[in-house]
Nanobody, 120 residues
Framework: QVQLVESGGGLVQPGGSLRLSCAAS????????MAWYRQAPGKQRELVAA???????NYADSVKGRFTISRDNAKNTVYLQMNSLKPEDTAVYYC??????????????WGQGTLVTVSS
């Protein structure tokens, strides 16, 4: 069974940094664009950043210049380096990836989420 497992969330002070990781496992043939989303309390889930297999990335305007997405295709892992964090970055961060499985099925897979809290 394909799953995405996130790690790296936690409590950080404003201006601090965190690095999130998301590892995919379980019967994977290939993974297309991988992405990070976030959902703050009372708000809709929003796209934070996405990266193609070839390494092309795009970002939400609110995180440009502060967040960097990267991936290791050999490890089926995507990362999100978050610098200069602000209280408004507080949210549950979710990893997402469209996966072609060994059963030749396409699945849109979500991780369980990891909480990032930016507060003094």
């Amino acid at each position: 069974q394909v799953q995405l497992v996130e790690s790296g969330g936690g409590l950080v002070q404003p201006g601090g940094s965190l690095r999130l990781s998301c590892a995919a496992s379980g019967g994977i043939l290939s993974i297309n664009t991988m992405a990070w989303y976030r959902q703050a309390p009372g708000k809709q889930r929003e796209l934070v950043a996405a990266i193609t297999t070839g390494g092309s990335a795009n970002y939400a305007d609110s995180v440009k210049g502060r967040f960097t997405i990267s991936r290791d295709n050999a490890k089926n892992t995507v990362y999100l380096q978050m610098n200069s964090l602000k209280p408004e970055d507080t949210a549950v961060y979710y990893c997402n990836a469209p996966v072609l499985t060994t059963q030749y099925k396409y699945l849109a897979v979500w991780g369980q989420g990891t909480l990032v809290t930016v507060s003094s």
